[in-house]
């Protein structure tokens, strides 16, 4: 893993990435290396895309308490076959397309991806892909979460996924056209019966509202460990308060 810039493209497995924040340009060469990395993925890119951090074929990867706004391309992208990818307590503003989360709906490595988005706050400024899932048979659960104001839409997809929406806060803007929190295939106010869109303890502030589809109900693929209580999306403004950043200096615990 090397970051260049505040970008950070990370190709292995067992990283944390904390107290980082991410006003990124695009750059010039970077080089990626690390000790599970493929040869082939080993040298000098033309380049990054972008990103703010870019995740690909890697597993157990924490994304905590960081700053990500006002990047070329995106914020966060987890792509080829990644699994076992945390996104917490980070705080994101001032941004077009927040993640990616998958990147072929072709691709069907993609179909054990497991992704939790949980006590982030998407902050204003924000147009769209809070997340976005783009293969069929993946799932995301994005969970007390807060919402303010996005610009397009929140949580979206296409290729059939399915996504659970639990204890999140929402607070549409006071556009009449920005206050459906789900969309797929960037399409809005309509409902996609195949689809399996679920919400549960979810909060709606403003107008705001979330469109459920499809039928019965979704089974998250934890283990007991992995297992953690959803709070009602109520206390979601207090959860996130200390969202982004905390302050650390040695030998003390951060706050």
Known sequence: MDSYECNIIIHQTN???RNWIFPYKQIGLSNVRGKHVAPTHVGYRRGSDGDAIAISGSSNIWIDHCYLASCTDGLIDVIHASTGITISNNYFTQHDKVMLLGHNDNFVQNM???VTVAFNHFGPGLMERMPPWYDEGTLAHVANNRYDK????AIGGSADPTIFSEGN???ASDNSYSKEANCYNFIC????YWLKYETSKDVFKNGAY???SGYGSVALPYSSAQRFPVAPGNLVPSLTADAGPLNCYRNRPCY
């Not at 996005?150 to 839409?153: G, N, Q, V």
Request: hydrophobic share 55%.
């Open 169 to 171: 806060y929402s607070i």
């Open 210 to 212: 979330f469109v459920p």
């Open 112 to 114: 054990k991806m497991k």
């Open 150 to 153: 996005w610009i397009m839409y």
């Open 15 to 17: 990283i944390t990435i």
């Open 189 to 192: 106010y309509s409902i996609f």
